[in-house]
């Protein structure tokens, strides 16, 4: 093993380390509003790497993904509210629920190229809060009122170690959990074949089949799992807001977190969590400049974003880290990424 | 002698205690009041933003004025874009990191349904809310949440007592939007015609908000035979109603419901002659009624627009609604005095007596109790008559 080698693996580490510890004592440190803003953003980041599998990976654009993530909200929602099902349980159930609804949409969706594809998952998102509102499924929806949920309290086991946990602090922790659960199985799935299969498949599909891979079912699968994260991040959504209506997930919603993973950076897995950010803060600071037209500041912002780093915040950094690296003259020990 | 000194002990201390009963939560302190609100200054109710700028703007004349018992106002509007999840985020760092001393004018029924439980848990009033659904009503099992226009159950109310007064062999024929808006409505009719609802109503249609049309549904209200139609629509759906009734020749009493009586989104568009003879209901005066051109609250609210709010729209009404419901909520602080507490300002909210507000039409006021969350609940008539909405008959009020 070189130095170089060494060198390698325990940068990252040390930073992944170093990250972990820190949001692990943020909740401590920080007033219950900003825990809860900081679980939201882990909650977007999952669904932007649900999207970014799809559209980073994969290549194909999808403009309603906001349904998925209605999916998932209203399958926790109805799972919670009527059948009694407790809160971490329907987490998983909600993501298997959207890998097979998004996996069939697929089948026939994935026969549509490029534009015409974002058209029908367009037609998807914009059809979602009306078909929520549809008579026959009232009784399971709630209408347009939604549903309220319950916040789900800390574990009684917490406070017997002597750790009481107040209900947004145990959420944080409990979408901490589910966040490193997701981005590990993400990391694994795109770093190996099956990543690469999918990266074949956007560049260069002809040759991809020609090397065995089977486009129809990668694609289709691809969608299925980019569909299980984002549903597994509107369950997420739903426990932490505690309130599921069918104007909560409107196609602005859809267009949004293309928005994250543009800014964040298209097929990178840390560029989820930089679009996260995005999206969570920067309407608010937007808001909080002009109250006359809050989008056009928005609007400002991701030009500036778009000019300053144009394979979004992740290549930024990757490109500092590689500069840095060059300086420290060991230009093979920077950790290389997927490019787009 | 020591009877007397006694007296002067408890005199001067007596003196402190009464300096001391200053009592404050956070939010307020001797020089500033904080009151948060959420309003959608963008996205697709973006429309109703005027609201949230035309109450800053009062409370912008307020603090010229001196502020409230010597306190200014600090009021602090965040957009949600008429989204429940960004609701509660606003609403979170309202309470939790603003520190407001308590909510105000949320706009929306799904924002403040999102918002309700929180509220009533953190014990922080959510007062005078922006939607007319009659759950906000509830001081049982909400008592920390308030409404502040008339319901639309109430308003159903008055529509039926109108018709059993007027045309007790009446055949009503209803469209409703299919929601809790819609059904609102229907119910507080029905309970308004009480035993007589099953006898009067020959039918009962419905539309989706997703469909484009509603002319099959008149034409089957047509086909009933009813003589009296309620229309509950909003705005779209009520252009296309009222034309397309007109078009076929069906001729019944026509009420429309008070979500869509803009002259110029919805009359306009439906046809001004089309229009003639609807009748709808009314609690504060309309900016554009010329009745009132020399009025002096409608001169008042006019000064007060061109200079604390110089760029809004004369004509929209909602800047006289923005208006109106920051008046009321200035009285409770006004009342509440120096003892700014979530407590009471809560009591003070459910202790108003026929406060009136000049901008509400004549005769209606403001009436709350511990058990009456519901501060406006009459209403007037008024018949469109061509050009303009005209008032008639006396001021009503729900009930059977």
């Known amino acids: 093993m070189s130095i170089a080698s060494v060198k390698t693996w325990s940068v990252p580490v040390l930073v992944l380390a170093v990250l972990g510890l820190a949001a692990i004592a943020l909740p401590f440190v920080v007033s219950s509003y900003r825990t809860f803003q900081c679980t939201l953003v882990m909650i977007y980041a999952i669904a932007l790497l649900g999207l970014n599998i799809l559209t980073g990976y994969s290549g194909q654009i999808s403009l309603g993904h906001g349904a998925f993530y209605a999916m998932g909200a209203y399958c926790t929602a109805i799972l919670m509210d009527k059948l009694g099902v407790p809160y971490w349980a329907t987490v998983p159930l909600a993501g298997a629920f959207c890998l097979v609804v998004g996996f069939l949409f697929g089948l026939p969706a994935l026969r549509l190229e490029g534009l015409y594809l974002a058209l029908a998952t367009f037609a998807l998102g914009v059809a979602m809060p009306q078909l929520l509102k549809y008579k026959a499924l009232e009784g399971w929806t709630g209408g347009v009122q939604g549903i309220v949920i319950l916040k789900p309290e800390a574990p009684a086991f917490f406070p017997k170690i002597g750790l009481p946990l107040d209900p947004d602090q145990w959420l944080y922790f409990f979408t901490l959990g589910s966040t490193a659960v997701m981005f590990i199985l993400g990391r ?70 293309l928005v994250g993973i543009v800014i964040g950076g298209l097929a990178s897995i840390s560029g989820a969590l930089y679009g996260a950010l995005f999206i969570q803060f920067v309407p608010n600071i937007a808001d909080e400049v002009s109250k006359a037209a809050p989008w056009a500041i928005f609007g400002v912002f991701m030009i500036v974003f778009v000019y300053l780093m144009p394979t979004g915040v992740a290549g930024a950094a990757r490109l500092l880290l590689a500069r840095a690296g060059k300086k420290a003259q060991n230009p093979s020990a920077f950790p290389r990424e997927e490019s787009p | 002698m020591i009877r007397l000194s006694v007296a002067v ?101 799904p924002s403040n349904t999102a918002i309700h439980k929180y509220m009533n848990a953190k014990k922080v009033p959510q007062l005078h809310v922006a939607t007319g659904a009659t759950k906000w009503n509830d001081p049982k099992n909400y008592p920390w949440t308030m409404g502040w226009q008339p319901n639309y159950q109430t308003e159903g109310q008055v529509y039926a007592r109108h018709i059993l007064q007027t045309k007790p062999d009446a055949k009503i024929g209803i469209l409703y939007q299919n929601d809790d808006y819609g059904k609102d409505y229907v119910k507080g ?212």
């Open chain 1, 188 to 257: 694994n799935l795109l770093r190996g074949r099956v990543g690469r299969a999918l990266i074949a498949i956007r560049d260069q599909h002809i040759a991809a089949e020609a090397m065995g891979v089977n486009n129809a079912l990668y694609k289709s699968a691809a969608f299925g799992v980019s569909a299980m994260y984002t549903g597994v991040a509107g369950a997420l959504g739903a426990i932490a807001v505690q309130f599921v209506a069918p104007d909560s997930f409107t196609i602005f919603l859809s267009i949004m977190l």
């Open chain 2, 9 to 109: 002990l408890s005199l001067a201390l007596a003196v402190p205690v009464a300096h001391a009963q200053k009592k404050y939560d956070p939010g307020a302190s001797d020089t500033e009041i904080r009151i948060g609100n959420t309003n959608p200054y963008s996205g697709p109710a973006s429309a109703y933003g005027t609201i949230g700028k035309s109450i800053a703007a009062y409370f912008r004349m307020v603090n010229d004025q001196g502020g409230v018992n010597g306190r200014k106002i600090n009021f602090i509007s965040y957009d949600d874009g008429y989204s429940p999840p960004k609701t509660v985020e606003m609403v979170r760092k309202l309470v939790e990191q603003d520190q407001v001393l308590f909510v105000f004018q949320t706009l929306g029924t």
């Open chain 2, 189 to 400: 009719l029905k309970d308004g015609l009480g035993d007589k609802a099953k006898s009067m109503i020959v039918a009962e249609v419905s539309y989706e908000v997703s469909e484009p049309t509603v002319d099959s549904q008149i034409v089957q209200l047509q086909g009933s035979g009813a003589n009296v139609f309620f229309n509950v629509t909003t705005p779209k759906f009520a252009a296309q109603a009222i034309r397309k009734a007109y078009d076929i020749g069906w001729k019944p009493v026509q009420y429309l419901n008070n979500v869509s009586i803009s002259v110029g989104s919805v009359l306009t568009p439906a046809g001004l002659e089309k229009s003639v003879g609807l009748i709808t209901t009314a609690y504060h005066k309309d900016a554009t009624d010329q009745r009132w051109a020399d009025d002096p609250a409608m001169k008042q609210w006019h000064a007060y627009m061109k200079k604390y709010y110089p760029e809004g729209n004369l004509t929209d009404s909602f800047n006289v609604y923005g208006y109106t419901v920051a008046a009321t909520v200035h009285q409770v602080l006004k009342q509440a005095g120096n003892e700014l507490t979530h407590e009471n300002i809560m009591r003070q909210a459910a202790s108003m007596k026929d406060f009136r507000v000049d901008t509400l039409l004549p005769k209606i006021t403001i009436t709350t109790s511990k058990d009456d969350y519901a501060p406006i609940e009459a209403v007037q008539l008024q018949r469109f008559n061509g050009k303009q909405w005209e008032l008639f008959g006396d001021v009503m009020t729900g009930g059977h």
